[in-house]
Structures are given as C-alpha cells and as structure tokens.
C-alpha cells in the first residue's frame, strides 16, 4: 500500500510540476491576426467563408475591412456592417454561405 501511494505521490509531483520556468508570450488577439485592411482582402475572406461554410474565428478582423471600405462608400460599409453581424450569428452552414455570397457580390 505504501508503494502505492509512493507512486501516486510522484505522478501527481511530476504532473504539477510544469517542464520548465519559460513563461508564456502574450497572445495576439484573433482580430489583430485576422485583420483585414482593405476591399479585396475582405472580398477574399468572403469568398473563403462561403467555401467552408463556416464563419467562426474567420469573422473576427473584418470590421477593419468594412471601416477600410466605409472611407469610399460609407452606404456600402453600413450595409456590410448589418450583413457582418448576420453572419456572425449564424450557425447554419447553408446560410452561412449564402450570407457571405451576397456580401462578397457586394463588393
């Protein structure tokens, strides 16, 4: 019994123990790595989007796009900024597609 617990000591020491001092590095933020700057990088994405059918993490960054855009057609910007929204809420592969389709045509 004593081996036992000698051997359920040391795994729980060794499993809490860590492999080393290196500290972790901050992460990026999502939306500074997915940022898009411009027009095309957002038609891109767009276009990715409604390939896959899934919006996700893909989404985060594209509020940069959309202000990028807003500089030359600040109509078109607000409409892609409701259409974004939609297409952050939904779940649906299909309309997922179909949302990022028609924002895509938009563009």
């Given at each position: 019994m004593s081996s036992f617990r000698a051997a359920t000591v040391f795994s729980?020491?060794?499993a809490f123990s860590g492999c080393g001092s290196e500290t972790a590095k901050p992460s990026v933020p999502v939306?500074?790595?997915n940022k898009v700057s411009?027009?095309?990088e957002l038609k891109k994405r767009l276009?990715?989007?409604a390939?896959?059918?899934?919006a996700g993490s893909a989404t985060a960054g594209m509020a940069a796009g959309i202000e990028a855009v807003r500089a030359q057609d600040?109509?078109?910007a607000d409409t892609l900024a409701a259409?974004?929204?939609?297409?952050?809420s939904t779940t649906n592969?299909?309309?997922?597609k179909k949302l990022a389709e028609a924002m895509a045509a938009k563009l």
């Open positions: 729980l020491a060794l939306e500074e790595q411009g027009r095309d276009a990715e989007i390939q896959t059918g899934t600040a109509k078109l259409d974004l929204k939609k297409l952050e592969p299909a309309e997922v």
